[in-house]
């Protein structure tokens, strides 16, 4: 064995082996910085350690075979042994094993960095195992982007409870039972709760399962519960689950003989153990004596009726009724504050949804004050009353404004309040806290789905349309078609023609309508010579549906459609389009309704006191200007 190092010593192996180690390594280097300063392709120092490594075999064999003497390269066999001393040197033995070890030491450190590196990366993809991704087309983000929500432990979705009564007529007092125990779970600080919208979304679809319906709402836990109203008794059952693992930590049934006070102590019974549960869960939470349901009225009957007109004001479903409710709900008990409160609400926007004429705006404004008188900390009768001050004929904004923040003073997470304060915002020219507004609602309740067409039209009127199209592209993708006329405004500003086809196609489709109606739809957006007075008939033939009866005199066509017909003298103000925003197309940029809009609104003497929008500007006199953006 000592004889084979003998020959490798007397070969020169380990010398070339140690030369080779050396330039190879420098060569590497020289690779990998030349492939960052000229954009070499990321292959090429892979390339070339493949290269050095291929080469290495071959040289330790011509090492073995052939010698340097001082009359040229010949066959080891051949070499005169002195010649071969005399071209060892012992201090360039010494150099060459001092190079060796620095190299050695370089290259450990080298793999030791990229393997912490490693681990470090590891560790993030671990950690990033209780994160939900979370596609935010819907929040008005670029394509592709992606919000990282990471899942508190501390959060909970309440389902809309199941109705288990005989007649299977009790619906609305399931849902209100879960909707109040959400309600108190809301108060209890260090504690998420998924909004009502977003958690009552999975009423009529639970198929994914609770895990499943736990990562959509991003919260840790879920509660699930049934009612069974049967005559004066009540069964009410609930179960809270760690949606992690699928594991029940708490489950209960309460059977009671009904009365008011009854229903609010099991409510005040349930939210108690939740919140106790997961204080031994997660020991985050405050004691369970903190969570208190107070009784809000002493009457039964006002309080299902309570419930009832509650279900349909969430749906905006057959408000007339709601009204209904409230009013004889308000009649039994004149002290029930909540009652007031969704009247006041209701009132507001009553002749947004109904035909009926009644005088909404006294009645709102009443309402909303005796709720506040019998308790002032309640926010919709605030948000109430800031509604009816921007739906005046000549808003004031500044009334709109105190009354929308003493709401949000009281409830910050009030969607609607937020929701409406965006618009109120956005019709100042304020787009920036439009925005901010808007997203902090989608934020809270992403399911909430009026603040993304709200979203999107403060996009496209400060010409983001990028943003605005892929948005609204989600919303048509989601099935949300309530905004037709955004639809095919935004598409044809990002000149998307094929979607906007597409979408024509599908919406006439969806309506039986002919193939001309489709055609005609599709030049009214791309035909800039487009014959208005020609085809007026067959335009409001097809906009005719049974949301929209579309005549001259009606309030729909004196917003919507006098605008897209270029109507623009019957252009009237516009609480929710925001007109005088609308920068396309060019001819109504330079008309002037537009600055007409501006001035019908006051919006002149808002700025003069508060601050002109950057892109606002007051001019000689009375006189002001806005750009185009």
Request: with cysteine.
């Amino acid at each position: 064995m000592l004889s084979i190092f003998n020959e490798f010593k007397r070969r020169n192996i380990y010398r070339v082996a140690a030369v080779y180690a050396i330039v190879g390594w420098v060569l590497v280097q020289i690779a990998a910085a030349l492939e960052g300063a000229i954009g070499l392709p990321s292959w090429f120092d892979g390339l070339v350690v493949a290269l050095l490594a291929l080469i290495f075999p071959v040289a330790l064999l011509l090492t073995w075979a052939f010698e340097m003497t001082p009359e040229g390269i010949k066959p080891t066999e051949n070499a005169n042994e002195d010649d071969i001393t005399k071209n060892r040197h012992n201090l360039s033995d010494v150099l060459l094993i001092i190079a060796t070890l620095i190299i050695i030491v370089f290259a450990g450190a080298e793999v030791a960095y990229f393997n912490d590196n490693d681990k470090q990366k590891n560790a993030s993809t671990k950690s990033s195992d209780v994160e939900q991704k979370v596609n935010v087309a819907d929040q008005g983000l670029p394509p592709n982007s992606t919000l990282i929500i990471a899942i508190n432990p501390a959060s909970i979705a309440v389902l809309p409870f199941s109705d288990l009564s005989p007649n299977n007529d009790q619906e609305y007092f399931s849902d209100g039972m879960a909707e109040e125990i959400l309600n108190v779970l809301a108060k209890v600080k260090g504690l998420k709760v998924a909004s009502r919208t977003s958690s009552f979304q999975f009423k009529q679809n639970n198929s994914i399962g609770i895990p499943g319906i736990a990562e959509k709402l991003s919260v840790r836990h879920v509660l699930e519960g049934s009612v069974r109203k049967a005559g004066d008794s009540i069964r009410i059952s609930a179960k809270l689950i760690d949606a992690e693992n699928d594991v029940q930590l708490w489950s209960d049934t309460f059977d009671k003989v009904l009365s008011t006070n009854n229903i609010f102590e099991i409510q005040d019974e349930i939210a108690t153990a939740i919140v106790a549960k997961l204080g031994v869960v997660m020991d985050v939470l405050p004691e369970p004596d903190e969570v208190e349901v107070v009784a809000s009225t002493n009457s039964l009957d006002a309080y299902e009726l309570y419930l009832r007109a509650q279900q349909l004001f969430a749906k905006r479903s057959s408000l007339d009724k709601a009204i209904k409710y409230l009013e004889e709900a308000v009649r039994i008990d004149p002290d029930f504050a909540r009652a007031w409160a969704t009247l006041s609400v209701t009132y507001a926007i009553a002749d947004d949804y109904l035909r009926t004429r009644r005088d909404w705006d006294t009645l709102g404004k009443a309402a909303a004050q005796r709720a506040i008188t019998i308790n002032p900390n309640l926010s919709l009768p605030y948000a109430a009353l800031a509604q009816l001050a921007y739906k005046a004929k000549k808003p004031d904004f500044v009334q709109a404004f105190l009354q929308i923040n003493r709401a949000l003073e009281r409830e910050p997470n009030e969607t609607t309040a937020l929701l409406w304060r965006g618009i109120y915002h956005r019709a100042v020219g304020d787009f920036e806290n439009a925005e901010a507004d808007f997203e902090t609602c989608l934020s809270i309740d992403p399911a909430y789905w009026n603040c993304r067409p709200h979203l999107n039209r403060t996009f496209v009127y400060q010409n983001k349309i990028s943003l605005a199209a892929n948005s609204i592209k989600n919303l048509v993708m989601d099935g949300y078609d309530q905004y037709i006329l955004d639809t095919l405004y935004v598409y044809t500003l990002d000149k998307d023609f094929d979607a906007l086809l597409a979408y024509i196609v599908v919406y006439e489709q969806s309506r039986d309508a002919p193939t001309s109606s489709r055609q005609l739809l599709y030049k009214l957006f791309t035909d800039p010579n487009f014959n208005l007075e020609e085809h007026k008939e067959s335009l409001f033939k097809i906009f005719e549906t049974s949301n929209f009866k579309i005549r001259e005199t009606s309030y729909t066509y004196r917003t919507q459609f006098a605008f897209w017909f270029r109507d623009y003298e019957n252009v009237i103000s516009n609480r929710g389009m925001n007109y005088h925003w609308m920068t396309y197309p060019k001819v109504w940029q330079e008309s002037p309704h537009r600055k007409r809009l501006m001035i019908e609104l006051g919006l002149p003497e808002y700025w003069r006191e508060f601050g002109f929008p950057k892109h606002c500007k007051a001019a000689g006199g009375d006189d002001f200007w806005c750009d185009g953006f």
